[in-house]
C-alpha cells in the first residue's frame, strides 16, 4: 500500500521547512516499511516556498507548482494529478492537525474498503474546535449547514483541510474538478457522490492554530458564487 500526501502551500517560507522535516520523520517511521510520497505543491509562492522544500533533498519528498497563484483547489489538484500512491491525501502546510491524523485517516479508509473517500471532522470531536474564538467556530459552523443545503448531503464538516481518498477515484475526480479556490473541497464530495461512492468521516482536532489568512467576507462571497458554478457544471455533465 502507497500513501501519497499531498500538501498545499502558498508562501508558507517562515514555517515549511519545519513542516517538510516533521512530516518526513513522522512519514519515515510510520509508513517507511511500507511506501509513501510527500507532494508539496506550490501555489505561486513569492517568497521562495518550494526551493527551501527542495533545499532539505528529504527522501520521497518533491515539489510540483506553477508560478501564478491560483488558488488552494489549484494547489491540491495539481499534487493529486502527480500523484501515484493506492490512497492520496491531502492536509495543510502549518499541519493544524497534527500528523497523527495522516495514520487515522489512513486505517479509517483502509478499514472501509468501501469508501472512497474519508473526511476529517472538526465536529465529531468534542474539543475539534478548541482554540477557536466564539465568533469562528459560529461562522464555521454555519458554513458547514449552507454546504449541506447546498450540496444535499448530511456531512458534519465538509470544509476539513485533510481529506483522504483512494487513489484511483482521487486523480479520475480531481481530473474533472474545475475549482481552484477554497470550494473544491465541495466539487470533489459532490462528484465522489454522483459516482455513487461512499464517504466516512475521522474525527480530527485543531492542534496548531495561526492567524487566518483567510479574508472572511471575500473567500466567503467567491465560495458562494463557486457553489452555483460547481453545481451547474456537474450537472450538465456527461455522466
Ligand atoms: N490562504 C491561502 N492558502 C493557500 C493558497 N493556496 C494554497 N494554500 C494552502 O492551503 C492551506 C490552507 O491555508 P490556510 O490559509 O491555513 O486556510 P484555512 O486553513 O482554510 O483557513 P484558516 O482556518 O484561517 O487557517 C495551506 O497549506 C496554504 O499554504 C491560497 O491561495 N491562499
Ligand atoms: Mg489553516
Known amino acids: 500500500m502507497k500513501l501519497s500526501l499531498c500538501i498545499p502551500m502558498y508562501n508558507e517560507a517562515s514555517i515549511i521547512e519545519k513542516t517538510a522535516k ?4 513522522y512519514m519515515e517511521q510510520t509508513f517507511g516499511g511500507s511506501d509513501y510520497e510527500i507532494i508539496f505543491s506550490d501555489d505561486g509562492s513569492l ?6 522544500v527542495n533545499a532539505l533533498s528529504l527522501p520521497n519528498v518533491r515539489t510540483v507548482g506553477y508560478s501564478d497563484n491560483r488558488g488552494k ?5 495539481t499534487a493529486v494529478l502527480a500523484s501515484v500512491g493506492d490512497i492520496v491525501m491531502f492536509t495543510d502546510a502549518d499541519l493544524a492537525y497534527g500528523t497523527s491524523v495522516i495514520k487515522s485517516m489512513t486505517d479509517a479508509l483502509i478499514a472501509a474498503p468501501d469508501a472512497s473517500m474519508a473526511i476529517g471532522s472538526r465536529n465529531l470531536s468534542s474539543n475539534g474546535y478548541e482554540g477557536y474564538t466564539f465568533l469562528r467556530k459560529i461562522a464555521s459552523k454555519a458554513y458547514i449547514k449552507v454546504l449541506c443545503i447546498a450540496g444535499g448531503f448530511s456531512l458534519s464538516d465538509s470544509q476539513c483541510g485533510c481529506k483522504a481518498y483512494r487513489g484511483d477515484i482521487a486523480r479520475k475526480i480531481f481530473a474533472r474538478c474545475k475549482t481552484d479556490g ?3 473541497d465541495f466539487e470533489t464530495i459532490l462528484r465522489v457522490q454522483k459516482a455513487g461512492g461512499k464517504i466516512i468521516e475521522v474525527p480530527v482536532k485543531v492542534v496548531n492554530h495561526r492567524e487566518s489568512k483567510v479574508n472572511v467576507m471575500r473567500d466567503t462571497f467567491k465560495m458562494l458564487g463557486d ?3 460547481i453545481k451547474k457544471n456537474i450537472k450538465n455533465e456527461e455522466p
Open 22 to 25: 516533521e512530516l518526513s520523520a
Open 47 to 52: 517568497d521562495g516556498s518550494a526551493d527551501l
Open 73 to 77: 483547489g489549484c494547489a491540491v489538484r
Open 182 to 184: 477554497f470550494a473544491f
Open 227 to 229: 457553489l452555483r458554478k
